[in-house]
């Protein structure tokens, strides 16, 4: 299983765009890259998931390079409520189900 | 559609005793995992159930153990209980496999172990 490594943590202000770089160099073939949320005392939350190039949804968007050994988590213009630390994943899901390895997420924290 | 609950949300044992947390996955979903979460090791895999089967594991000892029952719905128990056993125990359901990869996470269970 690949292991990740993303900075500890991060400070931001409310409207920045935020980007969380996420480094994984033994990604393997059938690896996906996940990305989650997660405030105190909940579960971590799915945010976005990819396999190259660049994916968006309505919360984020998820740019992975050709060799697939980082991948950046990009939130734009956060508020206060994006306050939470984020995990990156990666795993091959889409065989052997999950056995999933979080590793110590970047806490994000943003200021007014 | 309902989220992934658990029961109890909290719960405090003693050190030996053992312990059952209860899971019940989204409608639907075959797929449930469990995880524990600790200030220092941060969140851990534990197993993963598919079909009343175990089909993956963490690296934790015997002592954690899990289930999954015809409806999908899962249970893991601890015996022999220590003290580092104190966590947050999350529970993880997906569809796996119907076009979708993404687990959902239930509220947890803390269990506190004096």
């Known amino acids: 299983l690949a292991k990740t490594t993303q900075p500890i943590s991060m400070d931001s202000y409310e409207g920045q765009e935020v980007n969380i770089t996420c480094s994984h160099n033994?990604?393997?073939?059938?690896?996906?890259i996940t990305w989650y949320q997660q405030f105190p005392s909940q579960g971590p939350r799915f945010i976005i998931q990819?396999?190259?190039t660049k994916v968006t949804n309505e919360v984020a968007s998820l740019f992975i390079p050709a060799d697939r050994k980082s991948s950046t988590l990009s939130l734009p213009r956060v508020s206060l409520s994006d306050t939470a630390v984020y995990y990156c994943?990666?795993?091959?899901?889409?065989?052997?189900?999950?056995?999933?390895?979080f590793g110590a997420g970047t806490r994000l924290f943003v200021k007014a | 559609k309902a989220g992934v609950t658990q029961t109890p949300r909290y719960l405090i044992k003693t050190r030996g005793q053992q312990v059952t947390l209860s899971c019940s996955p989204i409608s639907g979903h075959r797929s449930v995992s469990w995880y524990q979460q600790t200030p220092g090791q941060g969140l851990q895999f534990l197993f993963e159930?598919?079909?009343?089967?175990?089909?993956n594991k963490g690296n934790f000892p015997g002592r954690f153990s899990g289930r999954q029952f015809s409806n999908s719905r899962s249970e893991m128990n601890v015996s022999t209980l220590e003290l580092g056993d104190s966590a947050l125990y999350l529970c993880a359901s997906s569809a796996w496999g119907q076009d979708t990869y993404e687990q959902y996470f239930g509220p947890g269970t803390r269990l506190t172990v004096t």
């Open positions: 994943l990666v795993g091959d899901t889409y065989t052997g189900g999950f056995k999933t390895i």
């Open positions: 990819g396999y190259k």
């Open positions: 159930y598919f079909s009343e089967t175990q089909r």
């Open positions: 033994n990604i393997a073939t059938n690896d996906y």
